[in-house]
C-alpha cells in the first residue's frame, strides 16, 4: 500500500502538491501531511485519498525524532516524499534578526537533511523525491544571502541523492521555481521588499507543481519554471559569480 509524505502541506505549494496527488494518484493509499499548523491542515480535502495530520515543527529535533518515530511505528512504503517546508527573509545579512537567518539555516538544511534521511529506509522501490530547492541555489544573492546559502545546500544535497538513489531505483528531483505566488512572499518581505522588476517572473504555484510533478515522473534531475528562470540557471552557469555578485549588489 503506498504512502506519500507531503512537508510544509499547509500552505502555498505543498497544499497544491496535496491536492493534485489527490486528484492524479488514485493508487496512493494515504498522505501523511506535515507542518507546524494543525489547524490549516484539518483544512485539506481528506478525500478521496485519506490523510494523516502530523503538527509537527520541522527545525525542532524533537518534532525530527517524533516523525522519525512515526516512521518505526507505521513501516509505510513510501513511492513519494515531497519535502516543501522552508522559510526565507529578504535584506541583508546585517539588516536581519541573527536569530531569524539561524532558522532558516535549521529549516532549510538541517530540517531538509533530517527529514530525508529519516524516510530514506521506508521508500519504495520506483519511489520518487521531490525536495522544494528555489532558483535562488543558482548563485549567491546579495539581500538574501542565507536564504541563497540554504538553498545551494539543498540543491547539492539533492543532487547527490539522486545520484546515490539510482541504484535502488528511487528517483529523486529538485524544483526550482522562481517567485512563486505563495504566502512565502508576504513572510519574506517583513524586512525589506523585493525589487519591483522581479514580480515581472511571478508564477502560479498550480502550474509550478504541475510540472513539478511531471517532471519527476520523467525522472528529471531539476524542474525549472518558466522561460525567466531557465534564462537565470543559464546564465548562473555562464557568467563568473564574481560579476553576478557585482550586478546584485546594486540593487
Ligand atoms: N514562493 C516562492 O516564491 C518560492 C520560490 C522558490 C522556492 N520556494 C520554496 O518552496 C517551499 C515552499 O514554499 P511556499 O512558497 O509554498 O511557502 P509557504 O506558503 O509559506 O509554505 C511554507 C510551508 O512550510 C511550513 N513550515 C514553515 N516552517 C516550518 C517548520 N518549522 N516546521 C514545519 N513546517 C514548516 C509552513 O507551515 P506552518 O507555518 O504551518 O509550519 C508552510 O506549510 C519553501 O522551501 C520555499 O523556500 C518558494
Redo the contacts with the bound molecule.
Keep these: 500500500m503506498k504512502t506519500a509524505i507531503v512537508?510544509?502541506?499547509?500552505?502555498?505549494?505543498?497544499?497544491e502538491f496535496v491536492r493534485q496527488i489527490q486528484s492524479l494518484y488514485p493508487d496512493i493509499f494515504e498522505i501523511w501531511v506535515?507542518?507546524?499548523?494543525e489547524e490549516?491542515l484539518k483544512e485539506l480535502p481528506g478525500n478521496p485519498i485519506p490523510l494523516k495530520i502530523y503538527p509537527?515543527?520541522?527545525?525542532k529535533e524533537t518534532d525530527q525524532l517524533r516523525y522519525k518515530e512515526e516512521l518505526e511505528r507505521q513501516r509505510p512504503q513510501i513511492s513519494l516524499f515531497i519535502h516543501?517546508?522552508?522559510?526565507?527573509i529578504l535584506g541583508r545579512m546585517d539588516q536581519i534578526a541573527p536569530k531569524d537567518q539561524i532558522q532558516e539555516v535549521w529549516?532549510?538544511c538541517e530540517?531538509l537533511t533530517a527529514v530525508t534521511l529519516y524516510t530514506l529506509p521506508y521508500m519504495k522501490k520506483g519511489g520518487r523525491i521531490i525536495e522544494?530547492?528555489?532558483?535562488?541555489a543558482f548563485a549567491p544573492q546579495p539581500g538574501f544571502g542565507v536564504y541563497a546559502a540554504t538553498?545551494a545546500y539543498a540543491l547539492s544535497f539533492t543532487r547527490t541523492l539522486r545520484a546515490e538513489m539510482k541504484k535502488r531505483q528511487i528517483f529523486v528531483t529538485a524544483i526550482c521555481?522562481?517567485?512563486?505566488n505563495?504566502?512565502?512572499?508576504k513572510?519574506m518581505e517583513r524586512v525589506k521588499k523585493r525589487p519591483a522588476w522581479k514580480k515581472i517572473f511571478l508564477a502560479d504555484?498550480k502550474k509550478v507543481v504541475k510540472k513539478a510533478l511531471r517532471d519527476s515522473r520523467k525522472r528529471k534531475e531539476l524542474s525549472v519554471y518558466g522561460i525567466g528562470m531557465k534564462g537565470w540557471y543559464l546564465v548562473s552557469k555562464m557568467i563568473p559569480h564574481k560579476i553576478v555578485l557585482a550586478i546584485l549588489s546594486r540593487e
Design positions: 512537508t510544509g502541506a499547509s500552505s502555498g505549494m505543498g497544499r506535515i507542518a507546524r499548523r490549516k509537527f515543527d520541522l527545525a516543501c517546508a522552508g522559510i526565507g529549516l532549510n530540517a522544494l530547492v528555489s532558483s535562488a538553498k521555481p522562481g517567485p512563486v505563495t504566502p512565502f512572499l513572510e504555484p
